[in-house]
């Protein structure tokens, strides 16, 4: 039992070490930002996942050619502005913006809202929202057609808009991106662990969301475009170890209306908005206090995730 605990410890300091020392080009800029934005607490199953990785695919910006089958998406990209474009012009994603709306507590991208970024799901790792069914067919038809798609939405980001740094918890997909209706210039773009790259109509790429990567729209157009969590390529072992993270990412549906389905993860974020609101009001009055419950929180939610993803193999070994 001692040799388990010590491998089991051993592994997460190798792994916390690899990626914040070694993996990619960007630096965080201290420890502290790592502990905050690096998710190191997914850290040696994200590098499970890494060793896994076909050896094409292990860069930060990919060709969307890595993936032939997306090409169906490229082909049909002015179907799917379409329906984007009237998604923006009904409002959708100002809605999802808006604390009222169920579409708000969204524990994967709750962050983003604040700077402008918003976004309407389409389907998410194995659920086909059934607003985006009524609002979105076509694209629906599209998407639903591809295996290798995990999760898929529109995306907006106004003019003045921004995503600070930051990386993804989960090492289970790849990031596509499909220009629809964007400034088509350079003052619009994203930066992945120092490679830049900007959205173009009609044109589209892929990354690897694990990297320190943000965005920024300086441009007097808003970005619209598709983006979809993909298949990661990797061996047998890593496909086979992704389906505990894919059961994961389920939990985490949102909906964008009434009619669709929340992921248990999903209802208790929006379940614990009481709490976020005064822990909010506790750091403008007792910040030392607030550190204390701060730590508490996060320990005891590390401690429940962890959990979570040792369970399967606890009862299947």
Known sequence: MIILIALFVASYAASILYIYRFRGTERYSHFGEYIRKGWPIFAPFNCLLYTQTKSEARKPLMSAEL?????????????????????????????????????????GFRTFFKRGWSKFYLSWYGYTHDSAKRLCPKTIELVSQLKCVNGAMFSILPPGGELTRHLDPFACSFRYHLGLDTPNCESCFIDIDNNKQSWRDGEAFMFDETYIHYAQNNSDCDRLILMCDVERPMGFVGRFFNRVYKLAMRLMIV?????????????????????????????????????????????????????LFYLPFYLFS
């Open 67 to 107: 993936l032939a089958e997306l090409k169906i998406l490229q082909d049909n990209w002015q179907v799917i502005r379409e329906e984007a474009i009237a998604i923006r012009e009904s409002q959708q994603f100002d809605k999802a913006r808006n604390p009222d709306s169920v579409a708000y507590y969204d524990i």
């Open 255 to 307: 909906p964008n209306t009434e009619e669709d389905r929340r992921g248990v993860g999903s209802r208790i974020f929006s379940n614990l908005n009481a709490f976020f609101a005064a822990s909010k009001k506790l750091k403008q009055t007792n910040r030392p206090l607030y550190k204390v419950v701060k730590f508490v929180f996060n320990s005891v939610l590390a401690a429940l995730i962890i959990g």
